[in-house]
Antibody
């Protein structure tokens, strides 16, 4: 059974940093692209960032480009999101999501339970 | 960026009703469209991928259609567990934009 378990969320001041982790199990982690998707309180879904299975290719939403860094450790089956220069508008539940097989690698067939990031002074 | 426009934003329906949700892309995305269901406090769940393919384990009352710019999610006979918010998502290119969501409520 595929499982994704996020951690690392919490309350941080504006301008601060946080690193989210997503521990994966139940599938060959290195074979799949992974993404982070967020949802602000009471709002819709927003794709944040994606990384290829090897980690050699990354993509970011304009809203986080230059501030967030996605990475993965395939030896530990873990996905990360380093978030710097956090703003109030980054407040959201952050989900990690497993992509489907190629060629449909941008749809998400499995999601974690989410971790809440709150940016406030 | 490709914009995704869903309609309606909410719909009130009764158990057994047929419900249709539409999603329009601002430019052609072939069949690279997915539909997700989200219940309050829960993660989204994939229902449909590549516009019309039913995800494993999803009841057959859910179906998807369309290609290019216009897409539809249909629930043929609404069940109590289907009351939720539904999102379309273009998987054609980054950034992978979502529709604003359609809340299906009990009438």
């Amino acid at each position: 059974e595929v499982q994704l378990l996020e951690s690392g969320g919490g309350l941080v001041q504006p301008g601060g940093s946080l690193r989210l982790s997503c521990a994966a199990s139940g599938f060959t982690f290195s074979s799949y692209a992974m993404s982070w998707v967020r949802q602000a309180p009471g709002k819709g879904l927003e794709w944040v960032s994606a990384i290829s299975g090897s980690g050699g290719s990354t993509n970011y939403a304009d809203s986080v480009k230059g501030r967030f860094t996605i990475s993965r450790d395939n030896s530990k089956n873990t996905l990360y999101l380093q978030m710097n220069s956090l703003r109030a508008e980054d407040t959201a539940v952050y989900y990690c999501a497993k992509s489907r097989d190629l060629p449909d690698s941008r749809s998400f067939e499995c999601w974690g339970q989410g971790t809440l990031v709150a940016v406030s002074s | 960026d490709i914009q995704m426009t869903q309609s309606p934003s909410s719909v009130s329906a009764s158990v057994g009703d047929r419900v249709t949700i539409t999603c329009r892309a601002s430019q052609g995305i072939s069949s690279w469209l997915a539909w997700y269901q989200q219940k309050p406090g829960k993660a989204p769940k994939l229902l449909i991928y590549t516009a019309s393919s039913l995800q494993s384990g999803v009841p057959s009352r859910f179906s998807g259609s369309g290609s290019g710019t216009d897409f539809t999610l249909t629930i043929s006979s609404l069940q109590p567990e289907d009351f939720a918010t539904y999102y379309c998502h273009q998987a054609n290119s980054f950034p992978g934009t979502f529709g604003q969501g359609t809340k299906v409520e009990i009438k």
